[in-house]
């Protein structure tokens, strides 16, 4: 999985650089989704959706299959 996705980057000339959209805590405080655009090396921007979670006061990013 891990290796997908460096050489996904790595065939869009790397990332160069990012841009928090928004922020959406749920109500319960527990789930996030940040909303990102990625700019890569070969100019494509790309927007993104990475979701949360609240694990013993630690968000983590929940991958998804």
Do not use: H, M, P, R
Not at 9 to 32: H, P, V
Not at 57 to 62: A, F
């Amino acid at each position: 999985f891990e290796l997908k996705g460096k050489e996904a980057i790595e065939g869009e000339g790397g990332i160069t650089g990012y841009q928090i959209l928004s922020e959406e805590i749920s109500e319960d405080g527990q789930q996030a989704t940040v909303k990102a655009e990625i700019e890569y090396g070969n100019g494509k921007k790309d927007k993104q959706n990475f979701d949360f979670e609240l694990v013993d006061g630690v968000w983590k990013l929940v991958l998804k299959k």
